[in-house]
């Protein structure tokens, strides 16, 4: 039960994260060509932006903890951005279920 909960989470957190960065680079194209994004889309941009920064930390923090725990500190830093908390879960817990 709790390996299909992680699973679900990586899945979903991959295609939010990465629909996050589609979004993140299309705000970046409008203001460079002095577009503007729709009113609507202002609110899921903050949002995409805070789910940025706090997954890019989760990301440097796996990727200084998977140098001392003998992984591919790069691999594992991008690895955890795009799943997340639960990569962190996966890399100070090796031993349970949610291991890949």
Same mark, same amino acid.
């Given at each position: 039960m709790k390996k299909q909960?992680?699973?679900?989470?990586k899945i979903?957190?991959?295609?939010?994260?990465?629909?996050?960065l589609i979004l993140?680079?299309?705000y970046i194209?409008?203001?460079?060509?002095? @577009?503007?994004?729709p009113s $609507?889309?202002?609110y899921v941009l903050w949002l995409a932006?805070?789910?940025?920064?706090?997954?890019l930390i989760e @990301?440097?923090?796996?990727?200084?903890?998977?140098?001392?725990?003998?992984? $591919?500190p790069i691999t594992y830093g991008i690895y955890t951005f795009f799943v997340g908390f639960v990569g962190l879960l996966e890399l100070? $817990?090796?031993t349970s279920e949610s291991s890949s």
């Open positions: 909960l992680f699973y679900l989470i979903t957190s991959t295609i939010l994260i990465t629909c996050a993140e680079i299309w194209y409008l203001q460079l060509t002095d @577009g503007s994004l $609507n889309l202002y932006s805070i789910a940025l920064i706090s997954h @990301g440097v923090i796996a990727a200084f903890k998977a140098d001392s725990c003998d992984q $591919n100070f $817990n090796p």
